[in-house]
């Protein structure tokens, strides 16, 4: 009797233990998982809850986590799509959202509400008294409004409307899976540090090392100041989404030096998910978070700088002694489970290579390099008689000061030395014995210019290996510029050119070097470009003919905007109409608060137009419907285009409306519709049915107009009339008839 009892009471402790940790109800039947988490990277803002998964159905009942009542019911084309507000007793605020409908007593309220004001849309509030709920009770039905697929968005706020995260120390939920770390980021903060010999990030990618351990096997070295990024995401386990963790941090030699926390943020620090993040490729693999403070980032649940440094340098940030360190990225969900990813990295300036040359006289080349921390290097001389694609080490010897090795009798022959360090940080040089002068054959070579906080990234590629030091020359006003440029493989190089030293308008950049056979490569690239500080506008040239005015209304630091014609990428939708030539913007999205404001009325027909890949043109802006500014988020490829063409309604269906309540029909109609152009203006569906108006509701994600049936409309034999317009202006008018049950 005696065991039975101590086991029952331990059973009972930790059976109230979990069921106080738990303060809300789960707000849904059934298992939990989730799709998306809390502060998931969205583009333009993070993920404000958590996303409950629904396997595609359409009307579950959505619960009442607490008691409460409804302070805001919000029905909108896009964003939460329809969702419901709870206010709970001790506070906090529930948010439901991508509902399908609500109980009976609000549908009938919203619905009449919108037919009466003569819209489709409502935001309303409500008084404590209207609509109160206890623990339990189903305040709503889920759905796939504003939303692609069938799911739940649930959040909980705070008493000053703060999002925070669901899942820490309020909900749990079954999670088998830590963390995944795919790659390292490593990052030089400025011009005057280097990662292996050049100011440019680069990304490693992490190998397995056991359970839930990644390792890189290539030591990093760094001179100056610099931090690091790493792309990590989450699975709970149940199927294949990916979402954030709850927590990084990194440490180094065992201190922790920054940490990320993903529990609150308030909705005007929202914006600030492009400090945090940096895109460089394709999905959440190719998305990095950054391990270091931006110095204009105003998140509380921040801890650290990040930054390092080298004690021999100045500047701020942690300050490391030369030689190898150890770092460490640890990652972990709100379930516990954790993931860590070690690296290994040197901090020391790097060795300088004095002297690299071969003898006209004899076979020779003679080699020499200082380190600059006065220790040993390592000198590694190799030839190539075919430009680089075979390489022959040459031994080296002693040579007074220098060293010299004998090499093939051709002066035909390519020739890297390298210089490492005990720590393994590399320089190299490429060079030939060949006089310099014209060959029968070319070398062929690109530039890319990319917009860059500060600045502009110019990357250079070309067919041949070049020898010597390459000249990056800035032509632009005044005085030409001799840019700082650094090899960054055997045929690329790299540069900055600081938003200070561009002209305003057109600069032209003119990159000379040399290959082994001493024939010349010359590359001129003309561009435009300009620095745009909050507030400041520039008037540009689209085209030949089009003069417009970029403005920047809000920066977090001064922009730099290239401004370039593109040939059009891919046709136009039928019936649209080029008004202006193809034009590319680029710029860095972190740097702008707002968006950039492109100021251009083309007339009510005419939008500008984004190229967006797979999906083909698509129109972002109407200048016409905002005062004749068209809002610029994204870098890409524009062009404005007029659109005459109305958008076609196919039909009228039926389909049935799963989980309905007692206020609306068990089904609703919906109606096709097809708009390649302008894209339809959601406030502009109108619908009567029978001489009655009708709530008509557009679904952008399924390219349809949606109607709910309310219970007393009679059957019998219906006839429907509906209008719609895109946002050109173009109007279509269809009538329908079926049979309602």
């Not at 849904?28 to 988490?37: A, L, P, Q, T, V």
Request: glycine share 10%; net charge negative; hydrophobic share 40%.
């Amino acid at each position: 009797m005696r065991t039975t009892i101590v086991i029952t009471s331990v059973i009972l402790f930790i059976f109230v233990t979990t069921a106080a940790a738990e303060i809300y109800l789960w707000p849904m039947h059934g298992e939990r998982r989730i799709s998306s988490s809390f502060s998931e990277y969205r583009e333009g803002h993070y993920h404000a809850g958590v996303d409950l998964r629904s396997h595609g159905a359409v009307g579950l009942p959505c619960l009442a986590v607490s008691d409460g009542y409804v302070s805001r019911v919000r029905i909108g084309p896009s964003g939460y799509g329809k969702a419901l507000y709870l206010k709970l007793s001790d506070g906090r605020t529930a948010v439901y959202a991508h509902l399908d409908h609500f109980d009976d007593a609000i549908d009938s309220l919203l619905w009449h509400h919108r037919v009466g004001k003569k819209t489709s849309w409502c935001d309303m509030t409500f008084t404590d008294d209207r609509f109160s709920y206890s623990v339990g009770d189903t305040v709503s039905f889920s759905g796939d409004t504003g939303t692609s697929a069938p799911h739940l968005h649930f959040e909980l706020r705070d008493s000053m409307e703060r999002p925070l995260n669901p899942l820490e120390a309020v909900y749990s939920i079954p999670d088998r899976s830590a963390p995944i770390i795919s790659g390292i980021e490593a990052i030089p903060l400025d011009q005057e540090s280097l990662l292996d010999g050049a100011p440019f990030p680069r990304v490693f990618l992490t190998r397995a090392s056991g359970a839930s351990v990644y390792m890189l096997h290539d030591t990093l070295h760094f001179e100056g100041r610099f931090a690091f990024g790493v792309s990590v995401f989450d699975e709970q386990g149940y199927g294949s989404y990916t979402m954030a963790p709850h927590a990084v941090s990194l440490a180094i030699d065992g201190d922790t030096l920054y940490t990320i926390r993903n529990s609150s943020f308030s909705y005007d620090q929202s914006d600030e998910v492009a400090l945090e993040y940096e895109i460089l490729g394709a999905g959440p693999a190719g998305r990095y978070t950054l391990l270091y403070r931006n110095d204009v980032n105003t998140i509380n649940d921040r801890t650290g700088t990040g930054v390092i440094r080298s004690c021999e340098g100045p500047g701020e940030g942690i300050c490391l002694e030369m030689g190898i360190h150890r770092g460490e990225i640890i990652a972990s969900d709100a379930s516990g489970n954790v993931s860590r990813a070690l690296f290994f990295f040197s901090i020391g300036a790097f060795p300088v290579i004095t002297e690299a040359g071969r003898l006209e006289a004899a076979p020779e080349v003679i080699v020499s390099a200082r380190d600059q921390n006065g220790n040993d290097l390592r000198g590694r001389l190799f030839e190539s008689l075919d430009d680089g694609r075979r390489w022959d080490e040459i031994p080296l010897e002693k040579f007074g000061k220098r060293y010299r090795g004998a090499v093939t009798d051709t002066f035909a022959a390519l020739y890297r030395y390298e210089a490492a360090d005990e720590y393994g940080a590399k320089s190299t040089v490429y060079f030939s014995g060949n006089p310099r002068g014209g060959g029968p054959d070319e070398i062929f070579g690109e530039m890319i210019l990319r917009a860059a906080p500060g600045g502009i990234h110019a990357e250079i590629a070309t067919d041949r290996i070049l020898t010597g030091d390459p000249l990056l020359i800035l032509r632009a006003a005044g005085t030409p510029d001799t840019l700082l440029l650094h090899r960054t493989g055997p045929k690329k190089f790299s540069a900055m050119v600081a938003c200070g030293e561009l002209n305003d308008g057109s600069n032209l950049l003119d990159f000379q070097g040399f290959d082994s056979g001493g024939r010349a490569i010359g590359i001129a690239r003309a561009f435009s470009a300009w620095s745009l500080s909050g507030g400041r506008k520039a008037d540009i040239m689209l085209d030949d003919t089009l003069q417009a005015t970029l403005e920047a209304p809000s920066v977090r630091r001064a922009v730099t905007v290239i401004l370039g014609s593109v040939p059009a990428p891919g046709a136009f939708p039928a019936g649209l109409k080029s008004a202006s030539e193809p034009f590319t913007i680029d710029f860095a999205v972190e740097t702008l608060r707002r968006p950039l404001e492109l100021r251009l009325d083309m007339g009510r027909k005419t939008g500008l137009f984004r190229w967006q890949n797979a999906a083909g043109w698509k129109c972002v802006a109407v200048p016409a419907m905002e005062g004749g500014t068209s809002g610029i988020d994204s870098p890409g490829i524009y062009i404005f285009l007029t659109d005459g063409i109305p958008p076609l309604i196919r039909h009228a269906a039926l389909s049935e409306n799963t989980g309905a309540g007692g206020f609306f029909k068990p089904y609703f109609c919906y109606l096709p519709v097809v708009e390649e152009g302008s894209g339809i203006d959601p406030w502009s569906a109108e619908a009567v049915l029978n001489g009655q108006r009708m709530v008509c509701e557009w679904d952008p994600f399924r390219s349809r107009l949606v109607i709910p049936l309310p219970a007393f409309i009679e059957p019998g034999q219906a006839g429907l009339r509906v209008e719609i317009s895109d946002r050109a202006g173009n109007r279509t008018v269809g009538e329908f008839g079926f049979m309602i049950q």
